[in-house]
């Protein structure tokens, strides 16, 4: 047998062999949750999708109702809010709980004349690149692991 026959068969087309199901770093649990808050979904799928690409594991939240629900059930590590009123207000304030340490909280800005809340670990100002906005949510993720 020569060696390329030898080598055909012992390794067959890697396209025609049955994957045998997911990684295990495919499981729910590995990566960071992100929830992600806008009233406007235009807005909020674009960011959920990209970060969906890159592993995270995505809530999205329409309202301040939605996104406090969804954070005290699912505790996300990030939070990317986009809200903004007396709502969205008491929804950052509903964030000022003992474990505040345990979350990064990035606020989208409509514009630079609304207040970044003291709950904020950063702020971006939309309109925005997703690509520098994944640089962010990282860098919030790797302060976050140096507090723990």
């Not at 396209?15 to 495919?26: E, H, K, L, P, T």
């Not at 235009?42 to 592993?55: K, N, T």
């Not at 809010?81 to 990064?104: H, N």
């Amino acid at each position: 047998m020569t060696q390329s026959e030898r080598r055909f068969t012992a390794s067959p087309d890697r396209r025609r062999v049955a994957r045998g199901g997911r990684r295990d770093s495919d499981r729910a649990g590995r990566f960071p949750t992100i929830l992600v808050a806008d009233q406007y979904e235009d807005a909020r799928s674009p960011i959920a999708r990209y970060l969906l690409r890159y592993g995270f594991e995505v809530l999205e939240a329409a309202n301040a109702a939605e996104a406090s629900t969804m954070a005290q059930a699912h505790r996300p590590q990030v939070i990317l809010s986009g809200l903004s009123g007396s709502d969205a207000t008491a929804f950052y304030e509903s964030l000022a709980a003992p474990d505040a340490q345990s979350r990064v909280v990035i606020v989208l800005l409509s514009g630079m004349d609304q207040p970044v809340p003291p709950q904020a670990t950063g702020a971006i100002a939309k309109p925005f690149s997703l690509r520098p906005m994944l640089e962010t949510v990282r860098q919030g993720l790797r302060s976050l692991a140096a507090f723990m």
